[in-house]
T-cell receptor, first 113, second 113 residues
Framework: GNSVTQMEGPVTLSEEAFLTINCTYT??????LFWYVQYPGEGLQLLLK?????DKGSNKGFEATYRKETTSFHLEKGSVQVSDSAVYFC????????????FGKGTKLTVNP | NAGVTQTPKFQVLKTGQSMTLQCAQD?????MYWYRQDPGMGLRLIYY???????DKGEVPNGYNVSRLNKREFSLRLESAAPSQTSVYFC????????????FGPGTRLTVL
């Protein structure tokens, strides 16, 4: 079946540190891939997405590249800020018009000043 | 434009009580979803509605019922609440087949004693 595996958290960084959150997936065909972010006390917001192999999604300094050969979609940011503290979810939507998203378990990031 | 709204924000129930969680969207989206979020489990799909008048089971439908009242509203009902249903519930909506993004509401925190 379809699944998403994210690195276990929590992750704690100092401000301006480099961030990587690993995400790998299992799916048939060519899924669309997403990163969602959940700030404390709020719902999820789409952070970035990629719909085909080698696409790079980017937003707010975050980037992720759809790697078909390694079935990965790792999230990176060169210099994190305190305001980036949140829970990050990797997700996939399978090809063929499926209505459903499959989420990873989430990775909590805390950035200290 | 309020996006996706959910009521109530918080609720405490006793085992065996019933309640309905309300969700509404004002973005003219076709598809709507109910998820539950539990620590270490990510988001799991309970039910979804691809269009007005249709509903389908997700990953964890047992103990829940849904109603797609009209295009705007999608309610989730717990007929006889159990402590295992203590969770944070999120409603989401999506335009349809051309766009992949789901927009999430702020969530309802439910505790069943």
């Amino acid at each position: 079946g379809n699944s998403v595996t994210q690195m276990e958290g929590p992750v704690t960084l100092s401000e301006e540190a480099f961030l990587t959150i690993n995400c790998t997936y299992t799916a048939t065909g060519y899924p669309s891939l997403f990163w969602y972010v959940q700030y404390p006390g709020e719902g999820l917001q789409l952070l970035l997405k990629a719909t085909k192999a080698d696409d790079k999604g980017s937003n707010k300094g975050f980037e992720a590249t759809y790697r078909k050969e390694t079935t990965s979609f790792h999230l990176e940011k060169g210099s994190v800020q305190v305001s980036d503290s949140a829970v990050y979810f990797c997700a996939l939507r399978t090809q063929g018009g499926s209505e459903k998203l499959v989420f990873g378990k989430g990775t909590k990031l805390t950035v200290n000043p | 434009n309020a996006g996706v709204t959910q009521t109530p924000k918080f609720q405490v129930l006793k085992t065996g009580q019933s309640m309905t969680l309300q969700c509404a969207q004002d973005m003219n989206h076709n598809s709507m979803y109910w998820y539950r979020q539990d620590p270490g489990m990510g988001l799991r799909l309970i039910y979804y509605s691809a269009s007005e008048g249709t509903t389908d089971k997700g990953e964890v439908p047992n103990g829940y019922n849904v109603s797609r009242l009209n295009k705007r509203e999608f309610s989730l009902r717990l007929e006889s609440a159990a402590p295992s249903q203590t969770s944070v519930y999120f409603c989401a909506s999506r335009v349809g087949s051309s766009y992949n993004e789901q927009f999430f509401g702020p969530g309802t925190r439910l505790t069943v004693l």
